[in-house]
């Protein structure tokens, strides 16, 4: 009993740190669903968003998850831009071409980052990401129980839009076969313009929800990158519900790590069981 | 039969990439007809289709629809306009419900504000797939495949039908029962032009057939007259 009383802590804290996990990697996963293209900037386009909150709340005193009413838009129609005017060319060379562009997006992301906000640490303090309660023996933080929310709400949503709407099938329709989906008279490059504005404005989300949750640099993005990477493999590539699965798994692979072995191998514990499933399953929990 | 010329393609040269896939393609189909194009494997026949559908577009030579150059069109334009191509393989998309596919072939801004109408003639002419309408198209059998890929092209109020190799891999018995249905599609006022490798069901079910060797168009006419054809006899038939 001694023992599952001492664990419970490690496994609220992380199904709660899979909610956050969920969020930063569903734009990841949204991109590579759709168009088969492994964004490699998205972590950088993430912190972008949290540097967004950031401004709003020191420049013009917004609360960091208000502030994403003007977030979420702007990097939507950036999302747009970038694969209407460049992914979409880029795709009509090659997936090689599609990934370069990705590569130069980050290190332009990551540097616009490092200009405007300098290479310093910040984090999105509001009074209430200070807060915390108690449910029996677990302390815990109010934001890390806002991420697993907000990844379930996000997440109930996306799926709605994808099984209701006309472009939500269109996106669905896209991503199991191209060709197709153009036969029956979608135009491919719009709705991937679509998709992946809408994946950067679940970067926009997960930017100002890890920014809650942990402090951020320029250079952080990689670090979550990395993080989505794992979340997505174990979870399976393009497979929502995988997503939310893969961010739980992740998560908890981490603190139940961290319990056992210490602080120091909980991300150690983590990869290894990334590595595990690629050779058990590489598919992932819910690849197809 | 109705004399009225839907589709006019006129000396196309087709590439994929250096390779030359079709020489100096021409083609007619009017308004009301069943048109079969005829040919062996590589001979173009896809390729022709693809190329009328705006997947590829001819380095010479002209496509006409409806008195319109279409030959610079992409994809998406030429179904809104009224061509629907019904491709080879069916390529239904697998993880989305019967009626998903058959609402996603409505996807054109035309065809939804007929999507109600355009559904129930589906359902007609293939009452099994609203018995299915909400099991997963990889759960249907391959004539059950066929027929959805059949209901999500008319689902976008098409003029002209392009089907591609409806036979591969389905029993005669199932085969019947789509040609009919062809027939019957033919009676609702949609054109049609069918890509087929077996001659003999071509010549049967079509008006006028064309038939392709390497990229080429080397006869057509009526089916009456192919069958008459000596070369015809002899280079597919045997005798």
């Given amino acids: ?288 | 039969m109705a004399q009225e010329t839907l589709l006019k393609v006129s000396n196309i040269d087709v590439f994929h990439g250096s390779f030359q896939a079709l020489w100096d393609v021409s083609l007619v189909v009017k308004r009301g007809e069943i048109v079969a194009l005829i040919g062996a494997n590589a001979s173009g026949k896809s390729t022709l289709l693809n190329t009328i559908s705006g997947l590829l577009h001819p380095a010479k030579g002209s496509i006409e629809f409806e008195g319109k150059n279409i030959s610079v069109l992409d994809p998406f334009q030429i179904v809104t306009i009224g061509i629907s191509q019904i491709p080879e393989g069916r390529r239904v998309f697998p993880t989305m419900t019967v009626l998903d596919n058959l609402i996603i072939g409505s996807y054109n801004r035309k065809a939804r504000a007929k999507k109600e109408q355009n559904l129930k003639m589906v359902y007609e002419l293939f009452p099994i797939l609203k018995e299915r309408k909400n099991q997963l198209a990889k759960t249907l059998s391959g004539g059950e495949q066929q027929m959805l890929a059949l209901g999500r092209g008319l689902m976008s109020d098409p003029k002209l039908l392009l089907l591609d190799e409806m036979s591969l891999g389905l029993a005669p018995i199932v085969l019947n029962d789509l040609y009919k249905a062809l027939k019957e599609i033919r009676e609702r006022g949609i054109t049609i032009l069918f890509v087929e490798q077996n001659v003999r069901r071509s010549l049967k079910e079509a008006d006028r057939a064309y038939i392709m060797e390497v990229g080429r168009v080397v006869l057509s006419g009526d089916v009456a007259e192919l069958r008459e054809e000596e070369e015809v006899k002899k280079a597919y038939f045997g005798v």
Avoid at chain 1, 7 to 26: H, K, N
Avoid at chain 1, 158 to 176: H, P, V, W
């Fill in chain 1, 1 to 288: 009993m001694e023992v599952l009383a001492g664990l419970t802590t490690p496994i609220v804290f992380g199904i709660l740190l899979g909610g956050l996990y969920t969020l930063i990697a569903l734009g990841l996963s949204l991109v590579f669903g759709v168009m088969k293209v492994i964004n490699v900037a998205h972590g950088d386009l993430v912190i972008f968003g949290s540097y967004l909150a950031f401004a709003a709340m020191t420049m013009l005193g917004i609360d960091p998850i208000l502030s994403l009413v003007m977030g979420m838009p702007l990097l939507f129609v950036i999302g747009f831009g970038v694969q209407r005017f460049l992914l979409n060319r880029a795709f009509a060379v090659s997936l090689d071409a599609a990934l370069l562009v990705c590569f130069g997006l980050s290190i332009i992301f990551q540097n616009f980052c490092q200009i405007i906000w300098t290479p310093f640490s910040r984090s999105l303090k509001p009074p209430y990401a200070l807060e915390s309660f108690s449910v029996g023996v677990v302390n815990i933080p109010l934001v890390y129980l806002l991420d697993l929310v907000t990844a379930l709400v996000v997440m109930l949503l996306l799926r709605e839009f994808l099984r209701r709407t006309y472009l939500g099938k269109a996106i669905n329709a896209a991503s199991q076969d191209t060709k197709a989906a153009l036969l029956m008279g979608i135009n491919t490059g719009r709705v991937y313009a679509f998709a992946f504005a809408i994946a950067m404005a679940f970067a926009a989300i997960a930017g100002v929800f890890l920014g809650l949750t942990y402090p951020f640099t320029p250079t952080s993005g990689v670090a979550f990158l990395i993080i989505a990477f794992g979340v997505v493999i174990v979870g399976g590539l393009g497979s929502m519900l995988g997503t939310l699965i893969g961010g739980m798994v992740f998560g908890l692979a981490q603190t139940l790590g961290g319990y056992f072995l210490g602080a120091v191998a909980q991300m150690f514990v983590a990869y290894i069981l990334v590595f595990v499933i690629l050779a058990v399953r590489p598919q992932g929990i819910f690849g197809r």
